[in-house]
């Protein structure tokens, strides 16, 4: 059977620790994509030439023309500008809008068929937005930051009570924003709920609620060290997570910007939810019950996402 081929729109940082990641796991072929001519080639030979060390099969290409993601199997879409200190994720809007356009159009004209994974900010936004300009099915686009945020909130989690991420599951709901919301009593260590591991003494609420602030904040925190740009290392491998959790019809349930049309209450957003992930893309939204608290946080998330998209409405009229 032909290797899977996985197309990688942007080469920037995320594009290329994406491109190493699928080469190392050999997960399929690899093209790189980007405007700036030059990029996704080099890094993509670069790649390529650390195969014989590391003895992996894969192809590598990189190219500037839609053309050459013709027939791709995944899509994994970071194409645009990332965010400076001092900078919010919605105040990428305007720009990443237009080349979630450029990229639609492409896939659309290319890659129908793909799964296809946003990563570009603000996410629940340009998720919508992307899939608006593909015409692909919804469930064949879905936007990546779930499983990030659940991956910051497990790693600080699981240096508050030392004990391995691999034990440490935890649960993420809403916008990727600072109205996320991370949910404690879905959250777990070796299976015990936090609000538990609280009451057994192992932390204390203020402890808690100063994680769950670090989680909400995570993007920013990483913006501020870097100066010069955001996270890619932990962005590029929960994308991969959900790539293969496709290709290999692995039905992984992860938290994901799905559309969510009838749960929750919705009637057609992107937002992030639980999923499963299978052969047929987002097989199921899971619908969980919400107290008050958590519910109510929910809807704040759920209008800020929803004033984003009337925001690109408002700048693109054939989103209207
Ligand atoms: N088509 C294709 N590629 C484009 C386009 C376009 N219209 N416009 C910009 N790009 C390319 C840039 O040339 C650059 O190589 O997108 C790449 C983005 O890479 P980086 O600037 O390194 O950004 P990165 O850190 O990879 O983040 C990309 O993901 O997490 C989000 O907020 C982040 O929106 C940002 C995106």
New binding site residues.
Partial sequence: MARPKIAL???????GTLAHLVALKELGDVVM????DG?PQGKSLDIAESGPAEGFDAKLSGTTDYADIAGADVCIV??????KPGMS?DD?LGI?LK?MK??GEGIKAHAPDAFVIC???PLDAMVWALREFSGLPHEKVVGMAGVLDSARFRHFLSLEFDVSMKDVSAFVLGGHGDTMVPLPRYSTVGGIPLPDLVKMGWTTQEKLDAIIQRTRDGGAEIVGLLKT????YA?ATSAIEMAEAYLKDQKRVLPCAAWVDGSYGLKGLYVGVPTVIGANGIERVIDISLDKDEQAMFDKSVDSVKGLVEACKGIDDSLA
Wanted: net charge positive.
């Fill in positions: 729109i942007g080469s920037g940082q995320i594009g994509f980007d405007i700036a990029v970071t194409a645009g500008v990332p965010r994720r990428l990443n080349v450029a990229v990563i570009t900010n740009g955001s996270a890619f962005p």
